[in-house]
């Protein structure tokens, strides 16, 4: 499957039938992709979906057997690394133990024409940015991890590229650090305006900071879209089970009008979906999903599109920002989650009582068989 575009201004890079293969190991297939000058665009997918190689395709580490690349309009195919308006912060920071922080952010313009004071001048000014203003003389060897990072940005974002590759950066570090550099990493992209690509295999990660979302498996790009649809609209099955969680219903397809499908599930019954919430070709069975945050314990107001499903609740597990229940509905052991926020004034259901949940048709997706 090809990921599609919708015109979003000028693309700063761009990617047309891209395909890589390590010996018999295809690593990008047919990848084509548009990046568009100053966005923050992510590239999602679990280890070994070929992200990394696409994003050393672009640096110029890699090149494609076939397919074009285009920064700024210019096919760079043979352009070397160097010559390129890129620049790339590595997963393990590629920082010179040797060196103190000015001399790791300066590396790069020592062989340019600027003098001492001009480099020192620009080393201040992009350590200011990043939050390590007095740090010049400090020891890389004395650096926390979060340091280390600001310290590789730095050194990329000094040469001024056009485009910034970011491979995993913040993998190492710790859940809290982590979070805190998502925030600062988005703000830093927003205040100089350059496009930022990022590589990384944390949903999380790729929700909060990205414009859009290229999200790949097996060396295919599934969909490229805004986060918001990414999570309410995956394109393909693979997608929606990827990014946060999906219950899953096997159905078989019973009729199908202009407007709506309708499909028979053995657990859900006989139900009617808008044809704009079905995804990928025309099969006889399809998978209904629908997110555990749809579900709720009080029946809503939304009159035939309300519809419901009754079990026995076998666990609840405490997540801190959500609860999660686990619902056995009885046939073939079949489980369903439900996630809800907890609340201080809402009673809910013990673990081996029998209940009801509700759920709405215009939360339900539904992806055909391949």
Known sequence: MKATNEDLGHAIVSLNNIKKSFNDIVAVNDVSVQIREGEFFSLLGPSGCGKTTLLRIIAGFESPETGDILINDKLVNSTPPNIRPTNMVFQNYAIFPHLNVQENVGYG????????????????????????????????????????????????????????LLDEPLSALDKNLREQMQFELRQLQKSIGITFILVTHDQTEALTMSDRIGVMFDGIVDQVATPEDIYTKPATKRVASFIGNMNFF???????????????????????????NIFGGSKPKVSVGIRPEKFKFKKPNGGKKVKSLAGKLIQKTFLGENLLFSLDVGKKAEMVSISLTPSGEVTYPKVGENVTVYYSLNDLLAYFEV
């Open 109 to 164: 313009l020592q062989n340019t024409k600027l003098t001492s004071k001009s480099i020192k001048n620009k080393v201040d000014e992009i350590l200011d940015m990043v939050g390590l203003s007095g740090f010049n003389f400090r020891s890389s060897s004395a650096l926390s991890g979060g340091q280390k990072q600001r310290v590789a940005l730095a050194r990329a974002l000094i040469l001024k590229p056009r485009v910034l």
């Open 250 to 276: 096997r159905s078989n397809i019973l009729s199908s009008t202009a407007e709506s499908v309708r499909v028979e599930s053995d657990l859900l019954g006989v139900l009617d979906i808008d044809k704009v």
